[in-house]
């Protein structure tokens, strides 16, 4: 039997379109295998993803939609493609219209609908991922707890614009719209004009917008276990992300660059020539910028440390790379330039170790049980449960001072942020425990005596 006369075969014929049975049974063959495909992931695959990632009944109709969509417009490029009934969209004149057939805005519309298909899916899953480690690092007071509202970042707004960038430029590359723009560009290099089409910026913008979703995930994700295996504290964590993010970023802006034919050289020279002028304008800047990068090395202060300077006290959020956020006890964000961290004197309380000692000073009246008064205070220092059991607080008798024996309870805490709290109760507590147990707090007394001046005596008496 003669199989190459069999499958070329005519069937029927629409218009100047011969239909051979070969292609018809291709097609039909190609037609049934989509449905069977899309039946199994309608009704079995998506199920399951569905399952898994906990997703709502909204996303659910959205992502089944896409994909029936999606199926259709396979489905419609291999009756086309199959039986060669693609055809041109020709102009009143006859001439075609810029060779643009039905198959391109098929395959137009195809890449649409995938990169929304993609973005739902791609979106749901990393959110899902990156919530189920958020819960994890929120239960184990990690950085997110301690970054507060920057950690709410939607993922979509990560992976939404790569996905429908990547869909334009296929668009366009498909439209045949890809033009050069090199004419408009004049910082280009000679040897590059004329190659910098749309798509290469649209390319370059990209590759920007892909290496920021591969930051994100090196450093949400990825890093994660690493430094959960290895303790590494949030301090150290988030200083290794920016460090990361800062060299990753460089990289891909000059190779970015490169990629699209500007001239660095040019550049280079121009930027030399700016910064020498507004240098000694920007001077108090780069050196936040430099502190910046020193604090991010040698971590003497942390993301999470609780730092005093000049009376003021409070938790280091974020090192910027030219200033800090540090929240106060009164949950007030202040902004600090990063040189003020390096240069001036900054008390850390929490750098070598999460616990710190303070002290609470009172005084008791003369003839006082000084062995009595010992024990109340160290009683009422280990009834608090913020402070800790060990080290062990203790007494010191300071002094004997004017109007009474000064004492002191020194004690170790780690709710440092809080502290002036726990003395207050401290107080509260050694109050309650003297009038108990009669013992006195005396106040400052004062003996005045008043001398009668003489009587005075007049010459003429």
Not at 61 to 82: D, S
Not at 158 to 167: D, G, K, R
Not at 387 to 412: A, C, M, T
Request: hydrophobic content about 50%; some cysteine; overall charge neutral.
């Amino acid at each position: 039997m003669d199989f190459t006369a069999f499958f070329n075969q005519e069937v029927f014929t629409i218009g100047e379109i011969t239909i051979k049975l070969g292609r018809l049974i291709f097609v039909t063959v190609g037609v049934v295998f989509l449905y069977i495909l899309g039946f199994m992931l309608l009704r079995s695959w998506l199920d399951r993803f569905f399952l898994y990632e906990d997703t709502t009944d909204k996303q659910k109709k959205r992502v089944r939609r896409l994909t029936t969509i999606c199926l259709i417009l396979i489905a419609a490029l291999v009756v086309l493609l199959g039986l060669q009934a693609d055809f041109a969209f020709s102009s009143l004149d006859g001439s075609p219209l810029a060779r643009i057939k039905l198959s391109t805005f098929i395959q137009a519309f195809l890449i649409y609908f995938i990169a929304r298909l993609v973005d739902e899916l791609l979106s749901n899953v990393l959110t899902h991922r990156y919530q189920q480690r958020r819960e994890q690092q929120l239960k184990e007071g990690g950085l997110y707890q301690l970054q507060g509202g920057s950690s709410q970042v939607r993922v979509s707004h990560i992976v939404q614009p790569i996905v429908y960038l990547l869909a334009l430029t296929f668009i366009i590359q498909q439209l045949g719209l890809d033009t050069s723009i090199s004419d408009f560009l004049p910082w280009t290099s000679p040897e590059n004009a004329g190659l910098i089409t749309i798509n290469r910026i649209l390319s370059a913008i990209l590759i920007l917008l892909v290496t920021r979703l591969i930051l994100w995930v090196l450093t949400e994700i990825v890093l994660y276990p690493y430094y959960k295996q290895k303790e590494i504290n949030v301090g150290s964590q988030y200083a290794i992300n920016r460090l990361l993010t800062y060299f990753v970023l460089l990289i891909a802006v000059v190779g970015t660059l490169q990629y699209v034919g500007i001239n660095l050289t040019v550049l280079m020279g121009g930027a030399a020539a700016l910064l020498v002028g507004i240098g000694l304008g920007l001077q108090q800047t780069f050196n936040d910028l430099i502190c910046g990068i020193i604090l991010l090395f040698e971590r003497t202060v942390e993301v999470g440390d609780i730092v005093d300077m000049n009376d003021l006290v409070g938790t280091v959020k974020k090192i910027g790379i030219r200033t800090s956020l540090v929240e106060t006890r009164d949950n007030v964000s202040v902004i600090v330039p990063n040189s003020k961290l390096v240069a001036d004197n900054v008390i850390n309380w929490s750098h070598f170790d999460s616990k710190a000692r303070f002290k609470v000073g009172v005084g008791v009246a003369y003839g006082s049980d000084t062995t009595l008064v010992k024990n109340i205070l160290q009683e009422a220092a280990e009834k608090h449960n913020r402070i800790v059991r060990h080290p062990k607080p203790f007494v010191r008798f300071v002094n004997f001072g004017d109007s009474s024996l000064d004492f002191e309870i020194l004690f170790w805490t780690r709710d440092l942020l809080r502290i002036e709290d726990v003395k207050s109760d401290l107080r509260f507590a050694i109050d309650k425990a003297f009038r108990e147990a009669d013992v006195s707090i005396p106040f400052p007394q004062r003996d005045l005596w008043i001398k009668q001046a003489p009587p005075s005596f007049d010459k003429e008496d």
